[in-house]
C-alpha cells in the first residue's frame, strides 16, 4: 500500500511500535479477569464457611423446671379450673394471665422457655414452668390436669436471624405437640393465638379481608405459611375426643413495649393503611372465648372456628407518625423512598446471613418488605358477633396511653 507523502499508514505504525499488542491486550485481560474471579471465589469460600460455622452451632436445651407460688397450698384447695398459658413471659402471654388473674376462678400455669425474674413473678400464679414446647414429655408433665390451654407462644418475623425453619420448628411442629398431648391427656378446650398472616399472599395488598377469605396457595412468608399448617392443625382436632378448640386472628397487636419502636418515619408517600388490636383487649378476647366453649360446649357456635380480631378504624403509617409526634411533642422526620427501604432490607439481611450482626437493625426483614409498604385492612364483624366483643376506644385512645405507660416504663 502506498501513502500519501509526509503520512505514515496507520496499519504500519501499529504493527512496528506494538508488534505483539494484538496478542498482548486479550490475554492481560483475561489473566486479570481470572484473577478477579479467583479472589470473588476465595471471598465467597470464606463468607460461605462462616456462615455454615454460624449456622450449625448448637441451639441451648431447655431444661424442665418449675417454681411455685408462695399462696401454692392455700390455692390447690380452692378447687380452680387448671388453665396453662404457654409463651406465658410473652407479651399477649402476660396479659391473658392477668385477665385470668382478675377473674378468679384459675389456677393459672405459666409455660415459656424461661422462668421471670423472682421480682416480676406474679404470686396469684401457681406455678411457672420453663419448658419447650418442641419437648413433648415435658408438655406431658406440664398439661397434667390441664382444663384450658391458651396456646400463645410462637416466634414472630421481627428479627433477621430467624429462618423458614424455626419458624416451621416453633410454630407448626410446636402446635402439633400441644394438640397431640391435649388429646392424650383429655384436656377439654384450646384456644389458639393465629395471625392474620395466614391469610396473606405475595404482592398483595390486603383491603378488607374477612374469615371467607381462603388460605393462600402461596403465603407471603414462612411465618404466615407454619401459621396455616398450625392453624388447620387445631381447628381440625375440634371435637375429637371431646376437646374443643377455637383460633384467633389477632391484627398488629399493640402494646407500650411495642409503641417504642414506632419512630417519627414512614414509607414512601406513607398512604398504606394498617389496623391493630390493643394487647389487653386481645387477651381479653381469648378469655371470652375461654368462657363461651365452657358454658355452651359442642353446641358452641364458635367451636372449631377461626376469627380476625382487630379495631374497625384503620389508619395511614403518615397519620400514625403524625399522632404520634404530636403525642410525644416531636416533629415527624419525613419519608423514607421506598427504593431505598428496599436496599436497607436486602444489605441488612444478606450480611447478617454472612457475619451473624445486622449492620442496621435486628428487625429488617425481607419477607417483612410488603407489611411495611402496603395495605392491610381486616374485618373483625364476625368476631365482635358471635365472641361478643367490644372495645369502645379508637386507635389513637391506644395509642395515646401506650405512649403514657411507655414512658412510665421508662
Given amino acids: 500500500m502506498v501513502c500519501p507523502m509526509g503520512k505514515k499508514n496507520p496499519r504500519q505504525e501499529s504493527?512496528?511500535?506494538?508488534?505483539?499488542?494484538?496478542?498482548?491486550?486479550?490475554?492481560?485481560?483475561?489473566?486479570?479477569?481470572?484473577?478477579?474471579?479467583?479472589?470473588?471465589?476465595?471471598?465467597?469460600?470464606?463468607?460461605?464457611?462462616?456462615?455454615?460455622?454460624?449456622?450449625?452451632?448448637?441451639?441451648?436445651?431447655?431444661?424442665?423446671?418449675?417454681?411455685?407460688?408462695?399462696?401454692?397450698?392455700?390455692?390447690?384447695?380452692?378447687?380452680?379450673?387448671?388453665?396453662?398459658?404457654?409463651?406465658?413471659?410473652?407479651?399477649?402471654g402476660k396479659q391473658i394471665v392477668r385477665c385470668l388473674i382478675e377473674d378468679g376462678n384459675y389456677l393459672i400455669y405459666s409455660l415459656d422457655l424461661f422462668i421471670p425474674d423472682e421480682e416480676v413473678r406474679n404470686d396469684d400464679v401457681f406455678s411457672y414452668i420453663q419448658a419447650d414446647i418442641l419437648d413433648k414429655d415435658s408438655l406431658r408433665?406440664?398439661?397434667?390436669?390441664?382444663?384450658?390451654?391458651?396456646h400463645t407462644a410462637s416466634i414472630i418475623p421481627t428479627f433477621v436471624g430467624y429462618t423458614k425453619q424455626d419458624f416451621y420448628d416453633v410454630i407448626a411442629t410446636g402446635t402439633d405437640n400441644i394438640v397431640s398431648v391435649c388429646k392424650e391427656l383429655r384436656v377439654k378446650r384450646l384456644i389458639y393465638t393465629s395471625s392474620v398472616n395466614a391469610?396473606?399472599?405475595?404482592?398483595?395488598?390486603?383491603?378488607?379481608?374477612?374469615?371467607?377469605?381462603?388460605y393462600p396457595e402461596e403465603p407471603r412468608e414462612s411465618y404466615g405459611s407454619a401459621k396455616i399448617v398450625a392453624e388447620k392443625n387445631v381447628l381440625g382436632t375440634n371435637g375429637v375426643d371431646g376437646i374443643l378448640t377455637?383460633?384467633?386472628?389477632?391484627?398488629?397487636?399493640?402494646?407500650?413495649?411495642?409503641?417504642?419502636?414506632?419512630?417519627?418515619?414512614?414509607?414512601?408517600?406513607?398512604?398504606?393503611?394498617?389496623?391493630?388490636?390493643p394487647n389487653d383487649t386481645a387477651a381479653r378476647i381469648h378469655l371470652l372465648v375461654e368462657k363461651k366453649l365452657q358454658a355452651e360446649g359442642l353446641a358452641s357456635k364458635i367451636a372449631g372456628k377461626?376469627?380476625?380480631?382487630?379495631?374497625?378504624?384503620?389508619f395511614?403509617?403518615?397519620?400514625?407518625?403524625?399522632?404520634?409526634?404530636?403525642?410525644?411533642?416531636?416533629?415527624?422526620?419525613?419519608?423514607?423512598?421506598?427504593?431505598?427501604?428496599?436496599?436497607?432490607?436486602y444489605f441488612n439481611e444478606y450480611v447478617y446471613r454472612v457475619i451473624g450482626k445486622a449492620p442496621i437493625s435486628p428487625m429488617l426483614r425481607i419477607d417483612m418488605f410488603d407489611l411495611?409498604?402496603?395495605?392491610?385492612?381486616?374485618s373483625s364483624a364476625l368476631g365482635r358477633k358471635e365472641i361478643g366483643w367490644e372495645d369502645p376506644r379508637s386507635w389513637k385512645d391506644v395509642v395515646r396511653e401506650l405512649i403514657k405507660a411507655s414512658k412510665k416504663d421508662n
Fill in 141 to 150: 408433665i406440664a398439661l397434667k390436669d390441664a382444663e384450658v390451654v391458651f
Fill in 15 to 92: 504493527t512496528t511500535e506494538y508488534p505483539f499488542e494484538p496478542l498482548y491486550r486479550p490475554w492481560s485481560w483475561a489473566l486479570s479477569s481470572f484473577s478477579n474471579i479467583l479472589l470473588f471465589a476465595v471471598l465467597f469460600a470464606v463468607m460461605y464457611i462462616m456462615y455454615r460455622q454460624r449456622k450449625t452451632k448448637g441451639k441451648r436445651e431447655v431444661s424442665y423446671r418449675t417454681v411455685e407460688s408462695k399462696q401454692a397450698e392455700a390455692m390447690k384447695s380452692e378447687g380452680k379450673i387448671k388453665a396453662v398459658v404457654t409463651g406465658g413471659s410473652g407479651s399477649l
Fill in 316 to 345: 395511614t403509617h403518615r397519620e400514625f407518625a403524625e399522632f404520634v409526634a404530636s403525642e410525644k411533642d416531636g416533629e415527624v422526620g419525613g419519608s423514607i423512598p421506598i427504593w431505598v427501604l428496599k436496599l436497607m432490607v
Fill in 372 to 378: 411495611m409498604t402496603k395495605s392491610h385492612t381486616y
Fill in 199 to 214: 391469610m396473606l399472599r405475595k404482592n398483595q395488598t390486603v383491603d378488607n379481608l374477612d374469615e371467607t377469605t381462603p
Fill in 246 to 277: 377455637c383460633a384467633l386472628r389477632p391484627c398488629f397487636i399493640a402494646d407500650s413495649k411495642s409503641i417504642k419502636g414506632f419512630g417519627l418515619l414512614y414509607f414512601g408517600d406513607g398512604l398504606y393503611k394498617q389496623m391493630l388490636i
Fill in 306 to 314: 377461626v376469627y380476625i380480631v382487630g379495631f374497625e378504624d384503620s
